[in-house]
């Protein structure tokens, strides 16, 4: 039988990271109709996300498996974001020139993201709810949109097909309207994740609609599309 290919990241760890509202934007082609919905951030990691969205009066929640200690994030979060820009500024190639003019660019915007999530991590911490796919706290339907960045299909060497079905059925349990998953593409791979179309197949059977959208967020080569999912 031939061996299964797996997409390597080659970032070691799964990294916390730490994008921003606009970087949001961009990956989730948001509006503010969109925000208007009640969100919730999952993974969320150390984006300022929620910090943002909750600044311009919208209601939001994040939710990470990271979010188990909150004294103990605030020392790891700085340490991740400078871990991840290690990682783009060794392949100039892949990730410079798009959102990001380069390894710079990236570790600045990212830094300042972390203090505006640390910020209001202290200030709020009711919205930062400790959870791990795929099994959430919350009720059916409680939030009209869900974004999801950077753990489905990025992680295609560590989490299996049937590990995405699990965590994106669970995304869509406490979603009313839709689900949006960014990017399609694994770490340090500009192909889209190898099971992506037997996860829109299983979709398919329980009468999920979904469909490709192209983005304008543009980080890693090749990743500039998302799925949604509607309900
Ligand atoms: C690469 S970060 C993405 C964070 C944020 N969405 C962003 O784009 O900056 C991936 C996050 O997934 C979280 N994570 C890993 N496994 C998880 C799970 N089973 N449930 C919830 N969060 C998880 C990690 O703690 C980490 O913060």
């Known amino acids: 039988m031939p061996r299964k290919e797996v997409q390597r990241s080659g970032i ?6 730490s994008r921003s509202f606009d970087e949001y934007v961009a990956m989730f082609d948001l509006r503010d109709e969109d925000l208007a919905a009640s969100v919730l951030d999952c993974p ?13 009066g919208f209601a939001v929640t994040a939710c990470d498996t990271a979010y188990a200690d909150a004294t103990d994030l605030m020392g790891v979060v700085r340490d991740e974001t400078i871990r991840g820009n290690a990682y783009i500024a060794r392949q100039p ?28 991590l202290l200030a709020h911490p009711e919205s930062y709810v400790h959870a791990a796919l795929p099994k959430l706290p919350f009720r059916d339907r409680d939030f009209g949109l869900v974004l999801s960045s950077h753990l489905l299909f990025t992680y295609a060497d560590r989490l299996d097909l ?3 079905d699990r965590y994106l059925t669970e995304l ?13 593409v694994p770490t340090g791979d500009g192909r889209r994740y190898l099971g992506l179309d037997a996860l829109r ?7 999920i ?4 959208r192209p983005v304008t967020y543009d980080f890693q080569g090749g990743g500039t599309e998302m799925l949604v999912c509607m309900r």
């Open 12 to 17: 070691g760890r799964m990294l916390i990271s």
């Open 44 to 56: 969320a990691g150390a984006s300022s996300f929620t910090a943002t969205v909750r600044a311009r």
């Open 93 to 120: 190639d892949r990730y410079a020139g798009g959102f990001f003019r380069d390894a710079e660019h990236h570790l600045e915007h990212r830094l300042d993201s972390v203090d505006r999530f640390a910020a209001d």
């Open 162 to 164: 049937d590990d995405h």
């Open 172 to 184: 869509i349990r406490v979603s009313s309207r839709e689900v949006r998953v960014f990017p399609l």
């Open 201 to 207: 197949r299983r979709l398919d059977d329980r009468g």
């Open 209 to 212: 609609r979904h469909e490709l």
